[in-house]
């Protein structure tokens, strides 16, 4: 292959990588990693487990419940976050099916740290897992 068409091969084949780049939200930019911030497991009929654990510098908070079998669940989030010398909470319900997951309303936009917590109950029995994971910058 000439060196002209491997220039070619590689600009068609960078520029949907371009294209998905540009259009991303400009929050993932920053975003250099996740992060577990806490997790529960829990089984039996009504299972409830609560998740709960700290986070510095988040830049979204992600509620995830799973359950075996699929299942409705119910439950809450809370959050508390600091941002300077100020501090701020949220909280909110959660309701759905399993596979669930819900992003969680942070007090401040890019706060220095946040303590975060979720519980969620099974509707019927089986198996319950809740976790939270943090974007982070």
């Known amino acids: 292959m000439s060196g002209g068409m491997k220039r070619s091969v590689l600009a068609l084949a960078a520029a949907p990588l371009a294209a998905l780049l540009a259009a991303a939200p400009a929050w993932a930019s920053s975003a250099t990693h996740t992060r577990q911030v806490g997790s529960c497991r829990a089984q039996g009929d009504f299972a409830t487990c609560s998740a709960a654990g700290n986070v510095n510098h ?17 439950g809450a989030w809370d959050v508390v976050c600091g941002k300077g010398t100020g501090a701020g909470s949220k909280s909110g319900t959660l309701s759905g099916r399993t596979p669930f997951k819900r992003t969680v309303k942070m007090p401040y936009r890019r706060p220095d740290s946040c303590t975060v917590s979720a519980d969620a109950q099974l509707g019927t029995g089986g198996k319950l897992h809740v976790w939270i994971i943090a974007w982070k910058r």
């Open 58 to 74: 988040p830049l979204s908070l992600v509620v995830h419940v799973t359950s075996s079998p699929d299942q409705h669940i119910s």
